[in-house]
């Protein structure tokens, strides 16, 4: 597992937020947290890094009681594999 960190606007992997391994930046407004985009370097490319970020941001996003709007086409994919993630996705009120 790595460690993941929780900067201002993203969730990284690395020794600094400007200058990370690996990164989930978002967004927030209120209580929906827009995930717009995930990098992850060559040398953590095939360890799982950004599930691994995603699964810290969801887990972050449970704790504060908000819901994700996704934006990255990767966290779009990975949403939309599995139920794991149906609690913490908003949906769009009719």
Known sequence: MLTIKKGSKSFYIGDSESAPLAEMIFSADKDIITIEHTF???ELRGQ??????????????RAENKKIVAVCPFVKKEITKSQEYEDVLYQIPN
């Open 40 to 42: 992850v370097s060559d």
């Open 48 to 61: 799982g890094a950004g599930r691994q970020l995603l699964q810290k941001l969801a887990a972050w996003v």
